[in-house]
């Protein structure tokens, strides 16, 4: 395997980290979901790990593991989603000043929650500025920490964490599959699972709409959608950053796309049959499954839903829309 | 204690019955609900259980307690509710022939599902017929064994098994609390708590716009309320029904009413705070608990979230409407 810039090492390091921090969150299963794929299908759900998403963890060791730089100089980071939360809620565990970088138009919703947890908020014109550029600033004019939200070491050791407790949980995995947007979650996993069950296929899933990651993965090098189109809004990011490309070029199997509608009925099922609040970037990696995607029968697969901070609202309109 | 139709020991053969066939459900809990309630509080997850909600137990009790019966003359029930689904399921699981009385006007995706678990559906026009007639009349004329939704001593049995798992898997309770329409969910269990844990205090919990069990509690014989107000609409059964008055008023210790109000925010705070498709009525338990109404702190509460049946867009429009 080639060297890569984070190592399975990390990942067990984060995990004595977070221990008795993050949730071990549960794993479901359904008798449905079993015969409708013919496998043993395991679902992680980080959906109900603390601040709703798997991203805790990544924020959480990445502080816990500089924490006495990130104490006296205070971090920040750029993020309008479950990272900006996460970060906010490990500062306020580990006394950890944070700042966050916002675009003026981000859901109060998530401003308020971001707020809540303690950290401080820099709004910017997202028609003007760019936000990497406002964060950079703001790291050296108050000399903060820059925690980004996937491009690095400690973020991923700490992601994998979920696929550790995964593979441990449902006593060994033929198949894992995780989300990618800038992949964090899907490096972790892929150092984790790698390692516990050298012969498991590991598989990222994104949408056709988003499928940066797929493309990069087949290139070799970074590749960049300018204008992703997908209702999973986590998996937004532009590109895979440079920590995340090696990983995956290194440790994952293979690289698929699902089409919107095959999120939306993953996210249907989700809700409806299992009663999970997931939100649609946590339905992803399960659309092969439900669709017929993985060519494989009678084998342990594993799914890691990612979180739950659904828009309920907007969730229920796209279930009930028709059809595209 | 007055004798009961029914009794511990029914809970516990039931229990024996349904091992390895309904869920083991697990029992979640929250920092945030612990923090803003004061007291360790513990939920039973039964929107996790077969069919979405607890029926399932006293269903399938039902039916594995008088099988050849059952199996050989069929069964008949008159429910819109889980209650139809479950006796659906659990006719499927026992060969047991199912025919279900709906009115005509319940909502398709009931009716599907129902029939999807193989029952066959009779429709009645509500507005010229009770369905207690026409369940009579099928029960005469084709000699079908009637199995009532909540009033009856084997469903009773079955639905306490909930709280007798609750009770082992959290050590002990204090406080335990299961919403109240028929009464068949909180008679069962206040057998299985009222034996296991003696000391603890059990509540009913109903809306207040369908509080005909609080008054029947209060004045010991059967309340009618005409017309149930509330957007819980597994708890609007008119009256509770002798047996489970008779049990109710041996174990209970108070019956709680809450507002539409409370029992909207306790449905908000489990889908959004904690990612679980919930009922409105699965979520009235949780009002009192949230709401202050308790009286109590550093207690071991238990709360019964009795199923997730939702209308997704329902609850969607109803979370997102502002309060009244």
Chains 1, 2 share one sequence.
Not at 53 to 59: E, I, N, Q, S
Not at 204 to 210: C, S
Not at 247 to 274: G, K, P, Y
Request: net charge neutral; with cysteine; proline share 6%.
């Amino acid at each position: 395997m080639p060297e890569t810039p984070v190592c399975y090492e990390d990942v067990a390091l984060a995990a004595r980290r977070l221990q008795g921090v993050a949730h071990l969150t549960p794993v479901m299963s359904s008798r449905t979901l079993d015969e409708r794929s013919g496998n043993r299908v395991l679902l992680k759900c980080e959906n109900f790990q603390r601040a709703g998403a798997f991203k805790f963890r990544g924020a959480y060791n990445a502080l816990a593991s500089q924490l006495e730089a990130a104490q006296t100089r205070g971090v920040v980071t750029h993020s309008s989603g479950n990272h900006a939360q996460a970060l906010a809620l490990a500062g306020r565990l580990l006394q950890v000043p944070v700042t966050v970088v916002m675009p003026q138009d981000a859901p109060a919703v998530k401003a308020a929650a971001t707020r809540g947890y303690g950290a401080e908020i820099v709004l910017y014109d997202p028609a003007r500025e760019q936000r990497e550029v406002i964060s950079g600033r703001l790291k050296e004019e108050r000399g903060l920490l820059l925690i980004p939200p996937f491009d690095d070491p400690h973020v991923i050791a700490g992601q994998g964490t979920a696929a550790m407790e995964l593979v441990d949980q449902a006593n060994g995995l033929d198949v894992v599959l995780a989300p990618c947007g800038g992949g964090g979650l899907l490096s972790g996993t892929a150092l984790a699972v790698r390692r516990l069950n050298p012969h498991a296929r590991i598989l990222g899933v994104e949408p056709e709409g988003a499928n940066n990651g797929q493309r990069a993965f087949r290139s070799g090098r970074l590749e960049v959608v300018e204008h992703p189109q997908t209702m999973a809004d986590g998996l937004k990011p532009r590109s895979l950053g440079t920590h995340t490309l090696a990983v995956i070029r290194a440790c994952v199997d293979d690289m698929l796309t699902v089409s919107e509608e095959q999120i939306r009925s993953s996210l249907a099922f989700l809700w409806e049959r299992m009663k999970l609040v997931v939100e649609p970037s946590g339905a992803v990696a399960l659309a092969p499954v439900l669709h017929g995607l993985l060519g494989c029968k009678g084998k342990r697969v594993g799914v890691i839903l990612s979180g739950g901070n659904a828009d309920i609202g907007a969730v229920a309109d796209w279930l009930r829309a028709p059809s595209a």
